[in-house]
């Protein structure tokens, strides 16, 4: 999408498979616009809506999600009337119809801005930021709407000492639990300290815990992202002061009452700056963080990509570290994973010619690295994958990545899909009823999946799993034959 100067924050998918990419582009006064795209899978173009504030001034959208429906919340930051920025949320029509828009200003006069969004079971709209305080600091501010818009509750967060507050992410659990995180400062006499602060509120607004983190170091601790499992459990991560003056990744672990169960710390192997940046949980309940983290090079500090997965009871798993071809800056910005447990890593890391391409990598759910793809765009300039909202899974497997590009002459959004299948070929040495032999050829030692569907595209029943034998094969037989006709084909694990 090419909108003079324009910047992908956000992209989500919806069960259909159609992609919804957000970002902010230059409008008709040269001021930033939200823009809104709308693409089938297939990536063709479906609509585009674009949305400028009352001001006619600066809007900037930071987050998108989509519900059961198809219809799709955008929100972000927006100039009004009086000069200062509100939270702006819009609601759209999986056929790209504004439903409604719903703008929220502080308790006086000065920024609010909305950073993430999310959607619960029932359709309701849940938006939360960093908002301007009766006092000269910063609150959290979350709001839920129903989805036809209707405000529903506003819950601040002011934090103990009335300070500088920011909200950074939002997750919604099954139960409609609505978790927020971000940093809360405290003045120490010389100026503001920061902690972790989690705020769980329940789906009617009822506050029902709070938990800050303080770390070992007595430092600025800033938490930047927050998920749930199928259980409840709530998954922060960010970065926190360590020892030897830079942050290290801290990544903590509530019960869904509240109750810690753990917390892990990554310092990386230079010990210099280590950012978390995301965090992912599989169906199993294992933990996944990326960031960057950085190592000594001459007078400064080089980054790499460091993803650390840990298991849900908080057992580190491994760590994989990817350092990119050019020997620059590799810094990871979202982390995601698909119904198989594989992991997937996006970010920016440095191209040939000295600026960042996008750079994704796939990873199985034990670490393994499955594959890398870079993404330069057609100006050869910097590409730059730079938000944790950044990285989408269908339902299918595609994994979609969006961002800014620079084009020839400006820079555009730019959205990439990558389709995949970590599958062999099956043999098919007998189809005499009433059974089916198959024959499995791949590495030795390795694991799979055998599945079934009744067409080649799914969907796609899991038969069975298959640990392929020294030889390098491995026998499968199904008995219980589908009809009229059946698919088969097998998944690495």
Known sequence: ?????????????????????????AGSGGDWDYATIAYSGAGVPLWTNRYDGPANSDDAPTAVAV???????????????????????IAYSGAGVALWTNRYGGRR?????????????????????????????????????SGAGV??????????????VQANA????????????????YFDGFGFIHDYATVA?????????????????????????????????????????????????????????????????????GNGPDQASAVAVDASGNVFVTGSSGYPAGLGFIHDYATVAYSGAGVPLWTNRYDGPYNGNDEARAVAVDGSGNVFVTGSSAGSGGEGDYLTIAYSGAGVPLWTNRYNGPGNGNDWAETKSSLAIASDGAVYVTGASDGLFSSDF??????????????????????????????????WAIERALEPTGPWTNLSALLIGTNGSAQFQDTNLPSPAGFYRARLQ
């Open 201 to 269: 509120y329940s789906g009617a607004g009822v506050e029902l815990w709070t938990n800050r983190y303080d770390g070992p170091y007595n430092g600025n601790d800033e938490a930047r992202a927050v998920t749930v499992d199928g259980s409840g459990n709530v998954f922060v991560t960010g970065r926190s002061a360590g020892s030897g003056g830079y942050f290290d990744y801290a990544t903590i672990a509530y019960l869904g009452a509240g109750v810690p169960l753990w917390t892990n710390r990554y310092n990386g192997t």
């Open 67 to 89: 519900d059961g429906s198809g219809n799709v919340f955008v929100t972000g930051s927006s100039v009004g009337s009086g000069g200062d920025s509100d939270y702006a949320t």
């Open 109 to 145: 006069e000065a920024t609010d801005v909305a950073n993430a969004v999310a959607v619960d079971a029932s359709g309701n709209v849940f938006v939360t930021g960093s908002s301007a305080s009766v006092g000269s600091g910063d609150d959290y501010a979350t709001i839920a709407y």
């Open 414 to 447: 730019a959205t990439v899909k990558y389709v995949w299948r970590p599958e062999i070929a099956i043999q098919l040495l007998s189809t005499i009823p009433p059974k089916v032999n198959l024959t499995l050829s791949g590495a030795p030692n390795s694991s």
């Open 151 to 164: 405000a529903l509750w506003t819950n601040r967060y002011s934090g103990p000492a009335n300070g500088i």
């Open 1 to 25: 999408y090419d909108g003079f100067y324009a910047q992908a924050s956000a992209v989500a998918v919806d069960g259909s498979g159609n992609v919804f990419v957000t970002g902010y582009s």
């Open 170 to 185: 939002l997750a919604v659990a099954a139960s409609g639990n609505v978790f927020v995180t971000g940093s809360s400062g």
